[in-house]
């Protein structure tokens, strides 16, 4: 999570500097257009060949990305540089679209059905810790060393990360090699639909953080920051807080009802986002933000296996993710084609957002009022 988290406030300068700042937007898209597509083979690939040969792919994606985008960056014509570095987006989207499914799916294994909140709030924990630290540490080596420094170290982390994934055990009992049919999409069952309720309410979450992504560390440094990832910190660090609480209450107080107080956060703290004109004010919308998204993730995933058929959590968790991606790589492209069109729109943009949050609300009663007459069973 350090690795690819590190790059995220430093890429629009980096892109700026190649001279294709219209192209902010794919940014964040391009990556989680490559995380969607992949994740219609992760799952189920996870499901029949095992959990491990799912996380060291991912890995091993993340360990060779900061290379590639140096490599890119060397090319002497700036129209393939550009376009090379759009292109290694795409497919260091392949890392997300692996890593987080098999580990979520291994951790599920290892635990009890009544610890699956707790157990996914610490892996959460986990990998925000890494994307506290990392976005600083990117923008620290890319301002004082350079953008070469900022991926060479993504690349070490990856590095680091596959060297103790080999270690992991599998834990999927009846796991086999992994065949060329498991890439074969046609054949179906990449998708789970008992995941609907979950995705669905992920996307409007997904959607803001896309916008987040995107936007905010333009709006970050026209308020001050001279590090834009230490603001990434300081959201992360919120996000940690809440993880540590939010993921034990769900198995206790249940799923939708936690989310429920995630989402009314997201409109809360995105309504902080649109009125910001201060620091003390970024501050504020950062944490409360930060709190929404560490009450909201946790219980999603949980929410999701909760839901899934037996045999199929690891399909499931990919649905779900889908709509992750989907929802950020829109909210990404959108906000930033339009921000690089008109800057004014910018804080606008977070108004919106606030809006998703209050229909991501809006869906969980929906959704409770439809299990509570018994016309869905989870």
């Known amino acids: 999570m350090a690795s690819f988290g590190m790059l995220l406030p430093e890429l629009p300068g980096y892109l700026d500097r190649m001279g294709a700042h219209h192209l902010i937007g794919w940014i964040v898209a391009l990556f989680t257009v490559g995380a969607f597509l992949s994740r219609f083979v992760s799952g189920r ?12 792919f991912g890995t091993a994606v993340t360990a060779l990305a900061g290379f590639a985008y140096i490599g890119v960056a060397r090319l002497e014509n700036m129209a393939m540089a550009v376009t090379g570095f759009l ?15 098999g580990t979520s799916a291994f951790l599920t294994d290892m635990v009890p059905a009544h610890k699956r909140g707790e157990a996914l709030g610490y892996l959460g924990v986990a990998g925000n810790a890494g994307m506290a ?27 680091a ?17 992994v065949s060329w049919s498991d890439l074969n999409v046609f054949r179906g069952g990449s998708v789970e639909r008992a995941a609907w309720p ?20 333009d709006l970050v440094e ?9 603001f990434n910190t300081v959201v992360v660090a919120a996000s940690i807080f809440a993880r540590l609480i939010a993921g034990k209450a769900s198995d206790r107080y249940g799923r939708v009802e936690l989310l429920m107080v995630g989402a009314v956060m997201l409109s809360v703290g995105m309504t902080l986002f649109f009125n910001a004109t201060n620091v003390p004010m970024l501050l504020a919308a950062g944490v409360i933000y930060g709190l929404s998204i560490g009450i909201n993730m946790p219980a999603i995933f949980a ?7 037996a045999g199929r959590a690891a399909t499931s968790l990919s649905t779900m993710l889908m709509a992750l991606e989907v929802g950020i790589g829109v909210g990404a492209y959108v906000s930033g084609t339009w921000y690089a ?19 991501g609300f809006a869906f969980l009663i929906f959704w409770q009022r439809l299990h509570k007459k018994g016309r869905f069973v989870s």
């Open 45 to 56: 690939m996870a499901d029949a060949a095992g959990r491990r040969p799912v996380m060291l």
């Open 341 to 359: 069109m008109d800057s004014q729109v910018l804080l606008s943009l977070y108004g919106g957002c606030a809006l998703l949050g209050l229909a």
């Open 198 to 217: 979950s995705s669905l309410f992920l996307l409007p979450v997904a959607l803001a953080f896309g916008v987040f992504l995107t936007v905010t560390p």
């Open 303 to 309: 929410w999701t296996v909760d839901l899934a058929p």
């Open 161 to 177: 990360a596959y060297g103790m994934t080999v270690f992991l055990p599998e834990s999927l009992s009846h796991a086999r090699k």
């Open 87 to 101: 292109v290694v987006r795409l497919l260091h989207g392949l890392s997300t679209g692996f890593r987080p499914t």
């Open 222 to 230: 026209g308020l001050g920051f001279k590090y834009k990832g230490s």
């Open 133 to 159: 630290l990392g976005p600083a540490l990117g923008s620290w080596l890319a301002v004082d060393f350079g953008y070469d420094a900022m991926f060479m170290a993504s690349s070490v982390l990856g590095i």
